[in-house]
């Protein structure tokens, strides 16, 4: 196995980013209001769950750093999303975040994914009769690089909201991880992806409204986001009409920026505790099939999520969610739980 | 060609964000408009005073930011805070102390120091058992000054 000098950097950034919490925690809290570090969202940047917000990492201001190291479990029937992740905050102005993400794939070796074959009776979508396709207990992994700067704004005390843009740079490590008996396919290139790697453009702005919804302090962030990202990049990057069954299926290639909004918004119920909601929006370019026989097809959607986190004091935070990820590869309903623990400094 | 679940989700998750947003517009301009004065809610001068006291005997333990307050004159520094707060949750005081940037000027205070002090406002209400929408909206009064604080 080659291993590649940027996955290092990544694996140095998280040991360092956990040594940071350590001596961060340890010596001095951030000047930053509680529960203004926000959470992580599965990609690794700073904001709420799915999606990242103008806040810069952990409870620096002026001239200090902070950050924050993040564990996040999504679980849905058959699928399961694992994110660790760590993120380091320049002078309440630059974000640097990286996160490893393990999606989980157990749609099971359905005896009924005979049908994508071309036998008497099947769906054709693949040149064997009995195609050896097995999606049980698969893993795709994935590497996020994210870099995010404030341009403008205190989310608290400016009557405009805090704005910043951000990039993320994501690696597909399963884009020709052989998972069939279909040679150096990929489960995303298998449905139609065209790259393994692929980089996001966003502008997020916060505001935070001290004397919101019943008299609570209520955050407001909106993202908009420029991706050619199938499943946050789980499923690749980009379509490729000749990549897997994507022909089959009618996939258009489409190698061009989607953009996507995204919104959150998060009414702390205490000083210590928010509950809220979010939704992401997705390209829907790639199509899979979203049921067990194959027989209907669907495309990534608006993943949502309802949360409430938990600040007991600016070393920690706990999430917890119910979790909408949209349609998946066999199928078109994906709900479960999402927890979340953040160390932040 | 789109989905029919994505393209139906898309829009109804927009709707339904911006119609909670509207809602919580409402929601605060018909309580405001109905409800008496910030200042009689907090219990009127004498609530206001004792709470700006307990704040200024936390910023004299917070090492923080008491060495700003060194050579400040605290009772008149209390006068003039009371007045602050009292006009500007709407009771019948005036405030005639200096301008935010006048009277912070050259102190070179940033947001950390702000923040500080936001916090020790923030454990004298707790501890005046000040309810916490209450909080929120005298501190929604306040923040809007930092701007003129910091930096100066």
């Known amino acids: 196995m080659q291993v590649h000098h940027w996955k290092k950097t990544i694996a140095a950034t998280a040991i360092a980013g956990l040594g940071i919490w350590g001596v961060g925690t340890a010596q001095a809290q951030g000047s930053r209001l509680l529960a203004t570090s926000g959470v992580t969202e599965v990609g690794g940047s700073t904001g709420g769950g799915i999606s990242p917000w103008a806040v810069i990492a952990g409870y620096d201001t002026g001239d200090e750093v902070g950050g924050s190291v993040t564990g996040t479990y999504v679980s849905v029937p058959n699928y399961g999303l694992t994110t660790l992740g760590a993120a380091v905050g320049i002078h309440n102005r630059f974000e640097i975040s990286v996160a490893h993400e393990n999606l989980n794939v157990n749609v099971g070796a359905l005896s009924s994914l005979g049908v994508l074959g071309n036998q008497a009776g099947g769906l054709g979508l693949i040149s064997s009769p009995n195609p050896n396709i097995n999606l049980g207990n698969q893993t795709i992994s994935m590497d996020v690089l994210g870099l995010k700067a404030r341009l403008f704004g205190d989310m608290l005390y400016t009557p405009y909201p805090q704005v910043s843009v951000g990039i993320k740079y994501k690696k597909n490590n399963d884009f020709n991880s052989n998972f069939s008996g279909l040679g150096p396919i990929g489960i995303p290139k298998f449905f139609g992806a065209a790259k393994d790697s692929g980089t996001d453009f966003y502008v997020a702005a916060t505001k935070v409204f001290l004397n919101g919804i019943f008299h609570r302090v209520t955050l407001v962030n909106l993202t908009l986001r420029g991706t050619k990202a199938n499943a946050m990049g789980l499923l690749g990057f980009g379509t490729n009409s000749a990549n897997g069954i994507a022909g089959a299926l009618g996939t258009k290639s489409d190698n061009s920026y989607h953009a996507e909004l995204e919104g959150s918004a998060a009414v702390f119920l205490r000083p210590d505790v928010a509950v809220g909601g979010e939704f992401r929006q997705q390209p829907d370019n790639m199509k899979y099939p979203v049921n067990a026989a194959a027989t209907a097809i669907g495309s990534p959607g608006t993943m949502k999520d309802v949360f409430i986190a938990y600040f007991p004091n600016k070393s920690l935070s706990l999430t917890a969610a119910y979790a909408d990820l949209g349609p998946l590869p066999f199928q078109a309903s994906n709900k479960g739980i999402y927890l979340s623990l953040n160390g932040t400094f | ?152």
């Open chain 2, 1 to 152: 060609m789109r989905h029919p679940i994505s393209s139906l989700t898309k829009p109804l998750a927009v709707t339904a964000f911006v119609a909670a947003l509207s809602v919580a517009g409402l929601f605060n301009a018909q309580a405001q408009s109905t409800s008496p004065t910030l200042y009689e809610q907090l219990g009127g001068k004498p609530a206001i005073t004792k709470v700006v006291h307990d704040m200024v005997v936390n910023v004299a333990a917070d090492n923080r930011i008491n060495h700003f307050f060194a050579k400040t004159n605290i009772p008149h520094l209390e006068k003039e805070l009371v007045n602050q707060v009292c006009e500007g949750t709407g009771g019948p005081c005036k405030y005639t102390g200096l301008s935010m940037k006048q009277a912070h000027k050259g102190m070179h205070l940033n947001t950390a120091d702000f923040n500080a002090l936001v916090e020790d406002l923030q454990k004298s209400m707790d501890s005046n058992n000040v309810p916490l929408g209450l909080q929120n909206q005298l501190l929604a009064i306040l923040a809007p000054m930092q701007p003129d604080v910091v930096h100066q």
